[in-house]
Each structure stands twice: as structure tokens, then as C-alpha cells.
């Protein structure tokens, strides 16, 4: 996979469109309107303190999250790329067609939470499986997880979202039971999603951004 320069720009617009379905269901879980999930009460609330569009704003933490990933030696690729650049301005983009409006449902309000969980779990399974590397938040929690030996991964993942959860709260993001949902949802409705699919994240071998930039000069990755 990724052995030719039409393979790799395919499969980039693949991981493109497999990204605007996750940030649809970013979208659609904020619109539920009650309460998001960890990196998403950050972004909001800094939006909401400062005025910064919910999109430049995890384009630049995602930047930022990219060169910590770098430091810890983990592998970036064109995927995490995109991802940076690209799924927060879609959503920005959906927030600015107003498609869906906020719910004042509950009920409605949590099976919309659901249901924008499902699109991400089925967004990432279109993007992992083009094997161009997955989000720079990934690469953090895996690359922290080996400093911190002791720790478990899970942990590691709690921990970075307590404290983002934290600074979003802090700036007035929105919290309430899709916080919750969003929080300890996101990864089992992600597995069930692949299950479904048949799809082991696990057996992908991704290619890094420097392996992909020797194939798009005509060489051998």
C-alpha cells in the first residue's frame, strides 16, 4: 500500500473525505447540545474566551500536539497532516451552513451525541485504513505512554483528557452528560464500529510522512 505517487494521492483525498465524516460527527455531537467531549470543551471554550473560530483553534493545538509528537520520536504522516489542517475547519464549515440547529431535547439531544459518536468511529476507519499515519493526539498519548513505562496507556489517555477537560471547563466550554457520553463512549462505539466493519487498526502499517515524501520523489519508501 502507498508504493506509487497515485496510490498515495488517492488514498489522501480517501483520508480527507474519511476526516469530513468524522468532523461531521464532531459537528452533529456538539449540536446536540448537551455538553461535548474533552478536546472539544477546550476548543469551544477558547472560542468562547477569546473569539477564535472552534477550527483555528484545533488547527493550531493539533500543530502544536504534532511538534510534541516529534519530540517523543513518534511517527507523523501525511494523515496526521490533514488531520491537523482539516477536520476543525470542516466542522467550522458545517457550523456555518447551520444544518443542524441545537437540540433542546434530551432525548434527541443524546441519540444525536450517539449517533455523531458512530460517524467518527466510522470516519476513522475510512482514514486508518489508507495506512498514512493516524491524529497527532494519537501519537501524543502513545509516545507519553512510553516515557511513563509505568503508567498504563488507558491512564495516560484519561489523565491528558482530565486536564484538557479541565482548561475547557475553565474557559466556559459546554459540559454536561454528553461530556460523559463523548468521554467514555468514543473509543468502545469506535471498536464496535471496526468490529462491524471487519477492520484491524491494529494489523495497518502505516507509512510516515518521510517514507511517503521518497515515494511522491520517484524512490523507493
Partial sequence: MNRTRGEIVKHCFVAAFGLATFATGVYLT????IGVAPWDCFFLGVEKTFGIKYG???VMTSLIVICIDL????RIGLGTLIDAVFTGKVVDFLDWLDVVPPQESMVIGILMMIGGLF???LGQFIYMRVALCCG?????????????KRVPIGIVSVLILAVVLFFGWMLGGPIG???LIGAFLM????QLVFKMLHFDAEA?????IFASAKVLAGRKA
Avoid: F, W, Y
Fill in 30 to 33: 456538539i449540536q446536540a447540545n
Fill in 56 to 58: 483555528n483553534v484545533a
Fill in 71 to 74: 519530540l517523543l520520536k513518534e
Fill in 119 to 121: 460517524l467518527n468511529g
Fill in 136 to 148: 497527532p493526539r494519537d501519537g501524543m498519548i502513545v509516545g507519553l505512554s512510553k516515557k511513563l
Fill in 177 to 179: 452528560i454528553g461530556t
Fill in 187 to 190: 473509543g468502545p462505539i469506535m
Fill in 204 to 208: 495497518v502499517k502505516h507509512q510516515d
